[in-house]
Nanobody, 120 residues
Framework: QVQLVESGGGLVQAGGSLRLSCEAS???????????MGWYRQAPGKQRELVTI???????NYADSVKGRFTISRDKVRNTVYLQMNSLKPEDTAVYYC???????????WGQGTQVTVSS
């Protein structure tokens, strides 16, 4: 019911910034019942981990490793979620996946992933 298209990944030097975008599309009903949108990441050989989420009322949650450096935001008119990444570190290198959670019926939708590489 929901399709996600990501963009904005790339190669950046340590200390630099990137902004990821994820546009959600689908029926108006599906969009209306989105509970959260967020970002996960997965580095080679590691488990996929939650980076940050944002709820429809604007509440946010961040992994400790990115707190103070990353900011999630959502444009409800464009049905797009953004991830502003500042002060990037080599350990931020991973494939970043956009995620949408729909409350009813409970289900997850995933973007195709975008590579973020931070050089030292």
């Amino acid at each position: 019911q929901v399709q996600l298209v990501e963009s904005g990944g790339g190669l950046v030097q340590a200390g630099g910034s990137l902004r990821l975008s994820c546009e959600a599309s689908g029926s108006s009903f599906s969009i209306a019942i989105i509970a959260t949108m967020g970002w996960y990441r997965q580095a080679p050989g590691k488990q996929r981990e939650l980076v940050t989420i944002i709820t429809n009322d604007g509440g946010t949650n961040y992994a400790d490793s990115v707190k103070g450096r990353f900011t999630i935001s959502r444009d409800k008119v464009r049905n797009t979620v953004y991830l502003q990444m500042n002060s990037l570190k080599p350990e931020d290198t991973a494939v970043y996946y956009c995620n949408v959670f729909v409350g009813y019926p409970p289900s997850n939708y995933w973007g195709q992933g975008t590579q973020v590489t931070v050089s030292s």
